[in-house]
């Protein structure tokens, strides 16, 4: 049998961040952050991140994890969200997972599974170097 999880998604500034908060007050709950800028550490202007006052003691996932230079895909928030639950059911409380990016929410609602692709950093250049000497030339 699957754990329930609670999962609120919709825009930004559409009140999911003080909804679920309430809520998880009310059912002894915890936050899985599903918003793709939210991840990464000191992105907070434009990304309607959660300050502590906000969050008003409720324990929040998935935010401020990684720097903003670093690589960060679909597949890499899957497994830390699936653990954030893993945890969070643990501990006897329910996660709600709340944001706005869709192919997040998409890959833990249908267990989406996403191949390791090993990146080619030299060609990656290669195309970078190209691209922006194409782009001097117009």
């Known amino acids: 049998m699957k754990p329930k999880v ?3 998604v ?3 500034a559409s009140g999911k961040t003080s909804l679920s908060i309430e809520l998880a007050k009310q059912i002894n709950g915890e936050i899985v952050s599903c918003d793709s800028m939210q ?3 000191d992105m907070n202007i434009g990304s309607a991140k959660p300050t502590k006052e906000e969050m008003q003691g ?3 996932y998935m935010i401020d994890e990684i720097n ?8 890499e928030y899957k497994k830390g969200a699936e653990k954030a639950i893993d945890e969070i059911l643990k501990k006897g409380k329910i996660p709600i997972v ?3 990016t869709g192919l997040y929410a998409n890959s833990l609602i249908y267990g989406i599974e996403y191949n390791d692709i090993k990146l080619d950093e030299k060609y990656r250049e290669k195309l970078m170097k190209k691209a922006n ?3 001097r030339i117009k």
């Open 98 to 100: 709340v944001g706005g």
């Open 68 to 75: 903003p230079t670093e690589r960060f895909s679909v597949a």
């Open 39 to 41: 991840v990464y550490k």
């Open 10 to 12: 919709g825009p930004t």
């Open 133 to 135: 000497t194409e782009e």
């Open 6 to 8: 609670i999962v609120i």
């Open 58 to 60: 409720i324990k929040h």
